[in-house]
């Protein structure tokens, strides 16, 4: 359902010195553009795009773009002094659960080290009043029940992605509590649900992977479809995101760990959402697995997010047939020759419009 929560105050960003990790990546182009668009002066620092395309290609950069690895400590901290951030949001991260498999030290060591290389950094940054690190939904231990996860769950992880995440929540909870608090710095994890939108190209994603079969006219293959998983707009985490830290500039004793996503009950299939991808899309042939092909992953995952509704009042603002229908929507105007730029503003002024 849709329903009114809150969202970013254009005032409260304008002017402010944000450090963005992972401007690079799909959520942190449109974070990047969403902050510039009310004032912020962004400087980001994230790997070079692996998608081709990539959204950070298509969006205008932000005041200040470093394409640096965050698992160099001395290099991240040149950076962190020169952008003398106010706010400090943490998105860069090896972010797929397939890929960790494939190479789990450089996971745990970007997932890991990397943030508390930027924690590190933030004690030497007196600028800094404010640190949103961004995990996952998946940094519970997953028992595979149909109950949604509380924040005070225990934090587990069967895959090197999900485990990585789980280390990170310590990492970060270890330095607010022994250096950050002290120094008032407020610090707080996001755990957010699978993130849907327009302009994600990465490779293992489910609509990404959708959009790139039925525009070369091949079927889809969908290895586990009754998959469940907390579908949620990109805007909305993004949204949710800016909101926590406004609050903990105002009020530091909000520190601690936040779930964003649907309401508990929307957690959806793989097979729900492709069959709305598909109708959106107008076209496209899927060929469903029986959910035995390829490594682990967990079969059902479900957030509760009342803490955020009731502490942050964020509330979701698109149900998932609206969201799941404007990210092919997107994709299709933008393979029809629609500007990219001009695409994703209209969704943020459609989003914060939104009743």
């Given at each position: 359902?849709?329903?009114?929560?809150?969202?970013?105050?254009?005032?409260?960003?304008?002017?402010?010195?944000?450090?963005?990790?992972?401007?690079?990546?799909?959520?942190?182009?449109?974070?990047?553009?969403?902050?510039?668009?009310?004032?912020?002066?962004?400087?980001?620092?994230?790997?070079?795009?692996?998608?081709?395309?990539?959204?950070?290609?298509?969006?205008?950069?932000?005041?200040?773009?470093?394409?640096?690895?965050?698992?160099?400590?001395?290099?991240?901290?040149?950076?962190?002094?020169?952008?003398?951030?106010?706010?400090?949001?943490?998105?860069?991260?090896?972010?797929?659960?397939?890929?960790?498999?494939?190479?789990?030290?450089?996971?745990?060591?970007?997932?890991?080290?990397?943030?508390?290389?930027?924690?590190?950094?933030?004690?030497?940054?007196?600028?800094?009043?404010?640190?949103?690190?961004?995990?996952?939904?998946?940094?519970?231990?997953?028992?595979?029940?149909?109950?949604?996860?509380?924040?005070?769950?225990?934090?587990?992880?069967?895959?090197?992605?999900?485990?990585?995440?789980?280390?990170?929540?310590?990492?970060?909870?270890?330095?607010?509590?022994?250096?950050?608090?002290?120094?008032?710095?407020?610090?707080?994890?996001?755990?957010?649900?699978?993130?849907?939108?327009?302009?994600?190209?990465?490779?293992?994603?489910?609509?990404?992977?959708?959009?790139?079969?039925?525009?070369?006219?091949?079927?889809?293959?969908?290895?586990?479809?009754?998959?469940?998983?907390?579908?949620?707009?990109?805007?909305?985490?993004?949204?949710?995101?800016?909101?926590?830290?406004?609050?903990?500039?105002?009020?530091?004793?909000?520190?601690?760990?936040?779930?964003?996503?649907?309401?508990?009950?929307?957690?959806?299939?793989?097979?729900?959402?492709?069959?709305?991808?598909?109708?959106?899309?107008?076209?496209?042939?899927?060929?469903?697995?029986?959910?035995?092909?390829g490594p682990h992953e967990a079969g059902w995952l479900a957030l509760e997010t009342a803490k955020a509704r009731h502490v942050l009042n964020v509330a979701p603002r698109w149900t998932l047939n609206q969201a799941i229908t404007r990210t092919m929507t997107w994709y299709r105007d933008q393979a029809q020759g629609a500007d990219a730029y001009g695409l994703c503003e209209a969704e943020i002024s459609d989003f914060e419009a939104a009743a």
């Amino acid at each position: 359902m849709t329903m009114n929560g809150a969202l970013p105050n254009h005032g409260f960003w304008r002017g402010k010195n944000v450090l963005l990790t992972g401007h690079t990546g799909f959520k942190g182009a449109w974070l990047s553009l969403w902050l510039t668009k009310m004032g912020a002066h962004v400087t980001g620092v994230g790997l070079p795009p692996t998608a081709e395309p990539s959204l950070h290609s298509l969006l205008p950069a932000p005041s200040n773009s470093y394409l640096q690895d965050i698992r160099d400590k001395s290099e991240l901290l040149v950076i962190g002094k020169a952008a003398s951030p106010d706010i400090i949001l943490h998105l860069a991260a090896q972010a797929l659960v397939r890929p960790s498999y494939d190479d789990p030290v450089g996971t745990f060591e970007t997932n890991v080290i990397g943030t508390a290389n930027l924690l590190e950094c933030t004690r030497h940054l007196p600028s800094a009043r404010v640190v949103v690190v961004v995990t996952t939904d998946k940094v519970y231990q997953n028992l595979e029940h149909p109950f949604p996860y509380r924040e005070n769950d225990h934090l587990g992880g069967h895959d090197p992605y999900s485990a990585s995440k789980a280390a990170c929540e310590l990492v970060v909870a270890s330095y607010r509590e022994s250096f950050l608090k002290e120094a008032e710095v407020a610090v707080a994890t996001a755990r957010a649900g699978n993130v849907i939108g327009g302009g994600d190209w990465s490779v293992d994603r489910l609509l990404p992977d959708a959009v790139r079969a039925w525009q070369s006219n091949t079927p889809l293959h969908v290895r586990r479809p009754e998959a469940r998983r907390p579908w949620q707009h990109v805007l909305e985490p993004l949204s949710a995101y800016l909101v926590l830290a406004e609050r903990l500039w105002e009020e530091p004793q909000l520190a601690g760990s936040y779930n964003f996503g649907p309401v508990s009950h929307e957690a959806a299939s793989e097979h729900k959402v492709i069959e709305i991808a598909r109708s959106a899309f107008g076209r496209g042939d899927v060929v469903y697995g029986d959910g035995t092909e390829g490594p682990h992953e967990a079969g059902w995952l479900a957030l509760e997010t009342a803490k955020a509704r009731h502490v942050l009042n964020v509330a979701p603002r698109w149900t998932l047939n609206q969201a799941i229908t404007r990210t092919m929507t997107w994709y299709r105007d933008q393979a029809q020759g629609a500007d990219a730029y001009g695409l994703c503003e209209a969704e943020i002024s459609d989003f914060e419009a939104a009743a």
